[in-house]
């Protein structure tokens, strides 16, 4: 997927079937090679960098959406639904008419990995993949303290805006951040002279719904801001291009 994934599994976290033994080496090794095959086996489906992709081949008119993948045809189902949900400020679709899944198979593989996690056992874990992060249990196995998630200055990549609390007592687990900052403009967006914001981030109890509305929110700008935290329990900080900062009070505190 073009990006760093990493996996931290805190000292003393347990295997939830274990009896509350630590996590062995072995056991560490498997989490991470099943997290690994997960995102190999949604990369080789969904990414337009690999020509030999399913996606490739649907962008380049050898298949139909008819003849895709079950997997293929239901996330692409996912995405008319969040075009719907966000009044088409998000979209599975590119300008030029290619479908592009990327706004929402990251968070979907990160979700995977998660539930792959899980069902090995392992209690407390922290996944980042391209600064998307998903949270389970602590960062001190048993204590019930919260997961510091950062949130990186669009105008100096060295400094942290923000950092936001995952996990622990609250129902945030899951923190996404998109913009330009990195890639530079690609997220299209239907007003001209481009995106209001350079960089948002929305922390939900889940990872597709914020990566999907940070995507929303940097192509609808401030429209789809309210729309977002209107219409979901999350919480946004958002960078306009001047620098300005907007943010729910879960960010502000």
């Known amino acids: 997927m073009g990006t760093v994934i990493s996996l931290t599994v805190p000292a003393g ?43 490739s081949r649907l962008a380049r008119g050898e298949l139909s959406l008819r003849e895709a993948s079950a997997g293929m045809r239901d996330r ?3 995405a008319v639904g969040w075009r719907l949900m966000t009044e088409g400020a998000f979209s599975p679709e590119r300008p030029d008419g290619v479908l592009d899944l990327s706004g929402l198979i990251k968070g979907y593989a990160i979700a995977q990995a998660g539930e792959t996690l899980q069902s090995q056992g392992i209690t407390d874990w922290c996944l ?28 100096d990549r060295t400094a942290l805006l923000s950092a936001f609390e995952l996990g622990g007592p609250g129902a945030r687990c899951a923190l996404a951040t998109s913009g330009s900052a990195e890639r530079g403009d690609h997220i299209w967006t239907a007003g001209a002279g481009g995106a209001e914001f350079t960089q948002v981030s929305v922390a939900a109890a889940d990872i597709v719904t914020a990566d999907v509305l940070a995507t929303a929110i940097v ?3 401030t429209a789809m801001l309210h729309r977002a935290t209107d219409g979901w329990e999350i919480d946004v900080l958002a960078v306009r291009r001047d620098g300005e900062l907007l943010a729910t009070p879960g960010f502000r505190a």
């Open 219 to 221: 192509a609808g700008g």
């Open 76 to 78: 692409y189902a996912d």
């Open 13 to 55: 976290a347990a295997i939830a079937t274990g009896g509350g033994a630590g996590v062995a080496d072995h056991e560490l090794d498997a989490a991470v090679a099943a997290v690994e095959r997960v995102f190999a086996r949604l990369d080789e489906s969904f990414s337009l960098y690999r020509p030999d992709s399913e996606a």
């Open 128 to 155: 980042n993949a391209g600064g998307d992060v998903l949270v389970m249990g602590s960062p001190v196995p048993g204590s019930g303290a919260s997961w510091a998630a950062g949130v990186v200055d669009p105008q």
